[in-house]
């Protein structure tokens, strides 16, 4: 948000820019980023339980993974677009906006990965990574089909994990859990935790329960806000960019 040319206000930043990068603007911890470390990656142990689980029904069901080529997009594009339509309607409660982008098919940098059952030419589930920089990447897009395989996320998810370790990449985000593991040291944040824990604002259990499972390392997350400047235009201007309409 702006106010006379300013920036007064911004969501969502890690700790590092929320402590250092101005020192007039104060943090509200809002939640966590959680991101599996690829380089340490390995197949035994404890933390890669559920990847090998997830491995091991998708081998059983027989459920087959693919990458679509950037070329392709265009030709399965309706047909994931309806499957992101109907996971949508599926979803309950309040939804942030800019975690949940609309699928765009001209998308050269991100790579989509479907998983179907045997049998079936539609995809039951389909995620995609960006690579933001040198071998770290971001996951977006963790749309399923509401009846579809209980595991073909979590299956087109562990042969992602698996295929870029394979590749060489040191880092894969899974992105932002809006309002969990907030330990308030303010009102705001004591509200924030609230609404996490009642779904107030959003229902990111089941999205964090599932995450999770892949990724074990967690980084705070903040939203910033100016001091000097109406708490209450701020937290409208947030509220905005949260659920507003998308543009």
């Known amino acids: 948000?702006?106010?006379?040319?300013?920036g007064v206000c911004g969501y969502y930043f890690g700790s590092e820019f929320a402590n250092h990068s101005d020192q007039s603007l104060k943090p509200i911890a809002s939640g966590h980023t959680r991101w599996l470390d690829l380089e340490k990656f390995s197949y035994h142990g404890h933390d890669s339980r559920d990847i090998r689980r997830a491995l091991k029904k998708g081998k059983e069901a027989g459920l087959e993974v693919s990458e679509i080529n950037h070329f392709d997009k265009s030709r399965q594009f309706e047909s994931l677009k309806y499957l992101e339509k109907h996971w949508l309607s599926s979803r309950k409660g309040p939804r942030i906006r800019f975690l949940l982008a609309s699928l765009e098919k001209n998308?050269?940098?991100e790579r989509w990965f479907t998983v179907s059952t045997p049998g079936s030419p539609d995809a039951s589930a389909m995620i995609s990574v960006t690579e933001y920089k040198k071998g770290c990447y971001y996951l977006d897009h963790m749309i399923?089909?509401?009846?579809g395989h209980r595991f073909a996320l979590d299956n087109v998810l562990a042969k992602?994990?698996?295929l870029l370790h394979a590749e060489g990449a040191q880092r894969l985000d899974f992105g932002f859990c809006a309002f969990q593991n907030i330990s308030p040291k303010n009102y705001f944040e004591r509200i924030l935790k609230l609404g996490g824990q009642l779904d107030l604002f959003y229902n990111s259990k089941g999205i964090v329960q599932f995450k999770r499972k892949f990724a074990r390392n967690i980084e705070p997350a903040y939203l910033l806000i100016e001091p000097n400047e109406s708490v209450a235009r701020q937290m409208a201007a947030i509220a905005s960019a949260t659920y507003g309409a998308s543009s």
């Open 1 to 6: 948000s702006r106010q006379n040319n300013q």
């Open 107 to 109: 998308s050269p940098a």
């Open 144 to 147: 399923q089909a509401p009846y």
């Open 160 to 162: 992602v994990i698996v």
